[in-house]
């Protein structure tokens, strides 16, 4: 076996100590990134046709492998609507990553590789295109499109009775706002057990930022009609910013709001810490300062 196989295996094996050694120090934020990084890894080792240092053998365990970092990611984010996937659970992996060029025995967990399925790290989904989904395995999004940054979507068709809302997103404070690098936001509609309603839409890069403010001044179209959303429906606003030094993009804090917050005019919404609750249980304000995201509502109905 070739030394750089044994390298990549040792690298993997690294990673994963990482981010279950993160998982267990309760630095969540990291133990997502680490886990997501690695997974991608792991997946574009599966997924590539070129590569003849796994057998076909090793090459499915390394997919199930990654599945369960994905169901542990996704545990992490509160994102899991099924049973949770535990840190324990997972460290009963490191024997197999750490031996995988040996390893024969069956894998512990009843999961599957999820087939042509990208798992990218933090900020990557932005730059490369979705694969459809040929299964659905955990952690797997709604099949919506995939996005493009900068591509909001236009306004639906106008039905009778039934009312759109245009979200005009102003600008967002922060204390570090010009220390941010390609800032933008990304929206989603979500129910109470935090799946998505709607396409997720990404702003495109903030180009102002003022003292403690990022401006935008763009507007985002919801695309559903109000009256179409499930009770408890929210929509939830996700920072996002470039990080240099580890080379992806990030989520730097949140902000949501729920159906009795919309009405025509502007609104001031509080900012939360990372990671993102999409079911609302765990939440924490950003900051004690009296930082938020502006934005402005418009209704149109026929």
């Known amino acids: 076996m070739s030394d750089h196989v044994t390298k990549t295996v040792q690298k993997w094996h690294a990673s994963f100590k990482k981010g279950t050694d993160f998982d267990s120090w309760g630095q969540l934020v990291e133990a997502i990134d680490e886990y997501q990084i690695l997974a991608r890894q792991l997946q574009k080792e599966v997924q590539s046709s070129n590569s003849h240092d796994f057998t076909e053998e090793q090459k499915k365990t390394l997919g199930k492998f990654a599945t369960c970092l994905e169901m542990r990611s996704a545990a992490l984010q509160c994102t899991q609507s099924q049973e949770e996937f535990k840190l324990e659970d997972l460290k009963k992996l490191e024997p197999i990553i750490k031996n995988i060029l040996t ?10 590789p999820v087939p042509l399925r990208k798992i990218l790290a933090p900020g990557e989904e932005e730059n490369l295109e979705e694969e459809l ?4 395995g955990a952690g ?7 996005r493009v940054p900068g591509t909001l979507l236009p306004r ?6 039934l009312t759109l ?7 967002i404070g922060l204390k570090d ?3 941010c690098i390609d800032p933008y936001i990304t929206l989603s509609v979500k129910d109470l057990n935090g799946i998505d309603l709607n396409p997720v839409q990404d702003t495109p890069v903030a180009t102002r930022k003022e003292d403690t403010y990022i401006h935008f001044s763009v507007d985002v179209e919801i695309q559903k009609h109000l009256e179409k959303l499930p009770k408890g429906a929210a929509i939830f606003f996700e920072f996002k910013h470039y990080k240099p030094k580890k080379r992806f993009t990030s989520t730097k804090c949140f902000a949501f709001m729920e159906m009795d917050e919309i009405k025509p005019g502007p609104i001031v919404i509080e900012l939360y810490k990372k990671p993102t609750d999409f079911k609302r249980k765990k939440l924490n304000l950003l900051t004690k300062k009296p930082l938020f995201l502006h934005l402005n509502q418009s209704l149109h109905k026929d």
């Open 140 to 146: 797997s999004t709604p099949p919506f499109p995939s």
């Open 133 to 136: 989904d040929a299964g659905t």
């Open 103 to 112: 390893y024969n025995k069956d894998f512990p967990f009843d999961v599957q």
């Open 156 to 161: 639906l068709p106008s039905e009778p009775g």
């Open 177 to 179: 706002a010009g220390q």
């Open 165 to 171: 809302l245009t979200l005009t997103i102003e600008k």
